[in-house]
């Protein structure tokens, strides 16, 4: 204390340094918002796309954290950014760890948060569509076979029919010309 002042060294206080906390507002493909599901953020087989937005809880000015991300399997290495919101792009069939933290610029990080990502395979690829397509081409295939052995039946009772007619019409005229014959005999003999 001198003359009524009161004078601190800033040097001499301890530094308060709490780690920062980051969170995420928004999880969005196509301009829709997504939820999340048991801790688990699953896209439709038809969106590839996500955009999340996100911040941190931190007791410096916004303007001093830096933010790291990267996505797992595959990307190794943080990418760094000011920026507070991603965009992943091109996601493929499969399960993805999205890591993200944030930096003070005096070197304190935030515990890394990580959000699970599931792209299911597109529907033509799923195992049960695959069994059904494969079901309803073998039962075609049966189809037109039965089908097809159907109309070689019928024509095959066709045949047999007029077969059948042909030989009862030979048979009869061959025994109406063999009795024609036999009075036509009788007739030359009785003469």
Do not use: C
């Not at 507002?25 to 939820?35: C, D, P, R, V, Y």
């Not at 030979?170 to 036509?184: D, H």
């Amino acid at each position: 204390l001198d003359n009524g002042f009161t004078y601190w060294n800033i040097h001499s206080l301890p530094v308060y340094q709490q780690k920062p906390i980051v969170y995420v507002n928004l999880f969005s493909s196509a301009g829709k918002e997504l939820k999340m599901n048991d801790g688990v953020l699953e896209l439709a087989d038809h969106l590839q796309d996500l955009t999340v937005d996100f911040g941190a809880i931190a007791h410096v000015m916004n303007d001093r954290i830096v933010f790291s991300y990267r996505l797992l399997p595959g990307q190794q290495q943080w990418i760094t950014s000011k920026e507070r919101r991603i965009s992943l792009a091109g996601l493929g069939q499969g399960t993805y760890t999205l890591q993200l933290k944030a930096v003070h610029t005096d070197g304190v990080e935030s515990e890394v948060k990580e959000i699970k990502i599931y792209v299911p395979a597109p529907i033509w690829m799923r195992w049960w569509f695959i069994v059904l397509m494969f079901l309803l081409i073998t039962a075609s295939f049966y189809g037109v076979y039965r089908y097809r052995l159907h109309q070689i039946m019928k024509l095959q009772g066709l045949r047999n029919s007029i077969s059948r007619d042909l030989h009862d019409e030979i048979g009869s005229s061959v025994s109406s010309m063999n009795m024609l014959a036999t009075v036509r005999s009788e007739e030359h003999t009785s003469e």
